[in-house]
Nanobody, 125 residues
Framework: QVQLVESGGGLVQAGGSLRLSCAPS????????RGWFRQAPGEEREFVAS????????TIADAVKGRFTIFRDGAKNTVYLQMNSVKPEDTAVYYC??????????????????WGQGTQVTVSS
């Protein structure tokens, strides 16, 4: 059973930057579309960003467009979320996801079959 492991979360001041990473426990876990979602307490899981299996296409949520970037490493088995100019409303648990999606990157959680345990991001004022 492959696991996705997020890292890079923590406490950051508003206006600062963080980089989240997500690596599979099995390095042969490749050629999957990847995504980032987030969930604040009492809220539904929210789409943040996604990237196609080959890194050729990305989709960014309007709430973070211009501030966040999603990208993959050369081996295409690790995905990153670069978070710049963070705001207090970005505070949430951030989840990495992966799925066999070969078209445009999906914004729907149910399209992703693999999930990480999440990493907490807290933005202070």
């Amino acid at each position: 059973q492959v696991q996705l492991v997020e890292s890079g979360g923590g406490l950051v001041q508003a206006g600062g930057s963080l980089r989240l990473s997500c690596a599979p426990s099995d390095r042969t876990f490749t050629n999957y579309a990847r995504g980032w979602f987030r969930q604040a307490p009492g809220e539904e899981r929210e789409f943040v960003a996604s990237i196609s299996w080959n890194g050729g296409m990305t989709t960014i949520a309007d709430a973070v467009k211009g501030r966040f970037t999603i990208f993959r490493d050369g081996a295409k088995n690790t995905v990153y979320l670069q978070m710049n100019s963070v705001k207090p409303e970005d505070t949430a648990v951030y989840y990495c996801a992966a799925g066999r999606i070969y078209g445009s990157p999906s914004q729907m959680p149910h399209e992703y079959g693999y999930w990480g345990q999440g990493t907490q991001v807290t933005v202070s004022s």
